[in-house]
């Protein structure tokens, strides 16, 4: 059982997180480019995608990419992803020499291409192997080691609890729990239950992950479940500054939305970090989709992407982006989704 008070900030291992509010790991997002941004606008902790263990071991290209780092995003969590628990260990110390804060272990990843390896939500399955994964890993590193979990293989094998509590047993230093089951995928709402209960179960650091839209929801799932962090993904996309909205909510500030302008400034800093971070490689896809989420939720959003698609020069999205933020004035975005966990 938790012995600590409920909001007195995040502490991992040695690592200290301040307030406690973390990127998601997001394959293909959560680049470099994307990390630095969320880290200027306050989140305490950045997550990389998922790194496959195997290709750590191997030396692929593809996976030497993914563990580019800089100072300035640190602190940051490496997250792996692998079915074989010594082959885990030996890529968690090779990641942890390269500069990783603290080393996370994927158990939620549905995609079938992993699960078939006995890798990411498969591990759900296996308690056992959790435990087995989590000492392994631990003994390789002396940074500290978290798992990420979700609620369960299918609505009829809820064991978020039982493996929270293997990964605790082992050593591991926190747990995340992304409340939805494999078989879900993203579908549904997350049940903010499952954190709850996790928080009541183990006395390691608990972080809660969601469906956090909005500034304000962060607040609500600590206050509603007791968890110690939270971590946001999908609404980060395009809009770092939920992290600092969040902070201000809590310090009692009023927070404003960013004015257009803001958020145009922002996107191609964003734009210049991804074209440095991936030297040499095509742009124009990646830069496109980075570009539409700075545009989600205003008016005029659906035309905008249209008119991107038909875009063959990076130059020419840059040229109707300008636009398109200089026509919107003082406009801001409205809110995606339903309002969820209303308390
Ligand atoms: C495009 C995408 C890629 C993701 N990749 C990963 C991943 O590599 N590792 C992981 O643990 N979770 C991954 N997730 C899940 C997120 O980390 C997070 O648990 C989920 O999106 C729920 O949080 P949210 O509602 O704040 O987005 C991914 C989610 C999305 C949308």
Not at 18 to 33: R, V
Not at 52 to 62: D, K
Not at 268 to 281: A, I, M, T
Request: include cysteine; charged fraction near 20%; hydrophobic fraction near 40%.
């Amino acid at each position: 059982m938790r012995d600590r008070p409920i909001g007195s900030g995040l502490r991992i291992g040695r690592v200290n997180l301040g307030q406690g509010l973390i990127l998601a790991p997001m394959a293909g997002i959560t680049d470099l480019s994307f990390r630095l941004i969320a880290r200027r606008f306050g989140a305490d902790l950045v997550t990389s995608e998922m790194v496959s263990a195997e290709g750590v071991l191997r030396g692929n290209t593809s996976t030497r990419a993914l563990l580019h780092t800089r100072p300035q995003e640190r602190p940051l969590a490496v997250q792996l992803f692998g079915g074989e628990p010594r082959a885990v260990a030996e890529a968690a110390r090779i990641v942890a020499d390269r500069g990783a804060d603290i080393i996370d272990l994927n158990m939620g990843c549905a995609v079938p291409k992993v699960t078939r390896q006995g890798a990411g939500a498969a591990l759900l399955l296996d308690p056992a192997r959790v435990g087995r994964m989590v000492t392994a890993v631990r003994q390789a590193v002396t940074v500290p080691v978290t798992v990420k979990i979700r609620s369960g293989w299918s609505r009829k094998q809820i064991n978020a609890v039982e493996v929270a509590r293997c990964a605790e047993d082992a050593g591991a230093d926190a747990v995340t729990i992304h409340p939805r089951t494999t078989k879900q995928g993203f579908s549904g709402a997350a049940d903010w239950d499952v954190i709850s209960s996790i928080t009541a179960a183990v006395s390691i650091p608990v972080v809660g992950n969601g469906d956090i839209r909005r500034p304000e929801h962060a607040k609500r799932m600590r206050d509603l479940t007791g968890c110690d962090g939270v971590m946001i993904g999908r609404a980060a996309m395009g809009n770092p500054w939920i992290f600092q909205q969040a902070k201000q909510l809590v310090a009692g500030e009023l927070s404003r939305p960013p004015p257009p302008g803001e958020r145009l400034d922002v996107m191609l800093d964003h734009l210049r970090l991804f074209q440095e971070c991936r030297p040499g490689r095509p742009l124009l896809v990646g830069a496109r989709s980075l570009i539409i989420w700075y545009s989600r939720g205003f008016p005029g959003s659906s035309q905008f992407r249209a008119a991107l698609a038909g875009c063959s020069t990076c130059a020419r999205m840059l040229e109707i982006s300008r636009n398109f933020f200089a026509a919107l004035g003082e406009t801001s975005p409205q809110a995606e989704g339903e309002e969820m966990h209303e308390g």
